[in-house]
């Protein structure tokens, strides 16, 4: 089991930044990608950014330019730096992890962030 423990959400005015944070636990041996996926009241959950172990990132169209993923290996966190926000942001944020394609996903608890206008 991986265990995935996120810290960092809150309440921001449009334009201010947040930075979440996501602590991987646990048999977390081979985990390669780590990421952060968000979902809104009424929508599906989306795929925010990820990165790989060795450093490799993809982002959302819609954040591009504004959040940057990070990961720390030796201390297995990764970490969404998001600026800029706005309103359309607002969500429950969830870490996840996983092996590769097509391997088991795990799941953190999910942080909220709002975004006021």
């Known amino acids: 089991q991986v265990q995935l423990v996120e810290s960092g959400g809150g309440l921001v005015q449009a334009g201010g930044s947040l930075r979440l944070s996501c602590a991987a636990s646990?048999?977390?041996?081979?985990?390669?990608?780590m990421g952060w996926y968000r979902q809104a009241p009424g929508k599906q959950r989306e795929l925010v950014a990820a990165?790989?172990?060795?450093?490799?990132?993809n982002y959302a169209d819609s954040v591009k330019g504004r959040f940057t993923i990070s990961r720390d290996n030796a201390e297995n966190t990764v970490y969404l730096q998001m600026s800029s926000l706005n309103p359309e942001d607002t969500a429950v944020y969830y870490c996840?992890?996983?092996?590769?394609?097509?391997?088991?996903?795990?799941w953190g608890q999910g942080t909220q962030v709002t975004v006021s206008a």
């Open positions: 996840n992890a996983h092996r590769g394609t097509g391997t088991r996903d795990y």
């Open positions: 646990g048999n977390i041996f081979s985990i390669n990608v």
């Open positions: 990165i790989t172990r060795g450093g490799s990132a």
